[in-house]
């Protein structure tokens, strides 16, 4: 689909007559979930009937709403400025939908999303005092774009993504820079030429075990791309698809490996790590915190967002 004009959200041509609240209503899950499909799940209805009333929608508005792509829409120049003018008076109608005109809101659990590795390490501690005042969380681990996807099908509230997402229906702000380095038990350190290392590449670690978080080694390929300009070659002798599994068999003196500095910072600090490189230009990579765009609001999502914010700039 394709906007017909450029005329925006305020200048509508629209039929006699109120709008529809019901097609307003999934036009604004559409708009915030990025896709029909994902709309039909947070309204329980099915795809065809949401394809309908954004049909019937624009036919009542004469304008095109939503650009089809291969993953999902994208809402026109118009559609976000009606999203802008319908949201709060919508969300305020669910609200007191859900829960009774008067009635005494107690917030729903907030559904949390990430790495396994970084919410057990840094998130979920900083989020213990919240939780000792009433705050509820149900959390779930996995990869970052199948929770990316799950966020925008309504499945979780706030998702720590590993990429920027995509598109304008996700908001996302910068939460920490993570910091990669080279790793590896005390005693095999000394049996490394680490000058070697630092002068004369990566051959200084000929034969000495890799130990990684996936076979296609994604962590390590991207340290010798930033810290040696080359290609990583070889396999693993050991894969295990947590870090912090990779991290125990690297203390425990498998091999070497490449880490989050978070991840291994109380390992490096007690001498039972070590790092093999210090380059000045280290790999960072950024961790985004991704806030799904549904209703009803639910404030106990925007104090786990905060504390998660405030936390993060010590971390």
Avoid: K
């Avoid at 690297?250 to 091999?255: D, K, L, P, R």
């Avoid at 070497?256 to 280290?282: H, I, K, N, Q």
């Amino acid at each position: 689909m394709t906007e017909r004009d450029s005329e925006g959200a305020h200048g509508d041509r629209t039929a006699s007559g109120p709008l529809d609240l019901s097609l307003l209503r999934t036009f604004l899950a559409v708009h915030r979930s990025g896709s029909f499909t994902a709309a039909a799940r947070l309204l329980s209805l099915s795809q065809p009937t949401v394809t309908a009333q954004i049909r019937a929608l624009e036919r009542r508005l004469e304008r095109e709403l939503f650009e089809r792509q291969p993953r999902g829409v994208t809402p026109t120049r118009f559609a976000d400025g009606l999203a802008a003018r319908v949201a709060e008076p919508i969300d305020t109608l669910a609200a007191v939908a859900e829960s009774g005109p008067g009635a005494r809101t107690v917030p729903r659990p907030v559904h949390l999303a990430g790495p396994a590795e970084f919410l057990c390490v840094s998130a979920l501690p900083a989020l213990a005092r919240l939780v000792e005042e009433g705050v509820r969380l149900q959390v779930t681990t996995g990869l970052t774009d199948e929770l990316l996807d799950g966020l925008r099908a309504g499945h979780h509230d706030l998702v720590v993504s590993t990429v920027r997402p995509r598109g304008r229906t996700l908001a996302a702000v910068p939460l920490a820079d993570e910091e990669f380095v080279l790793v590896t038990s005390p005693d095999r350190a000394r049996r490394i030429d680490r000058g070697a290392l630092a002068t004369d590449g990566p051959a200084a670690l000929h034969g000495v075990p890799m130990v990684m978080y996936a076979d296609d080694l994604p962590i390590a390929r991207r340290y010798w791309r930033h810290v040696f300009g080359r290609r990583l070659t070889g396999e693993a002798s050991v894969t295990v698809p947590d870090l912090r599994g990779v991290l125990a068999v690297v203390v425990a003196g498998a091999g070497f490996s490449v880490l989050p500095r978070y991840l291994c910072r109380a390992e490096l600090d007690a001498g039972r790590l070590v790092t093999l490189l210090e380059p000045e230009d280290p790999p960072i990579n950024t961790a985004y915190l991704v806030r799904r765009p549904g209703v009803p609001e639910n404030p106990h999502v925007s104090l786990v967002g905060d504390r998660l914010l405030a936390a993060a700039q010590r971390w």
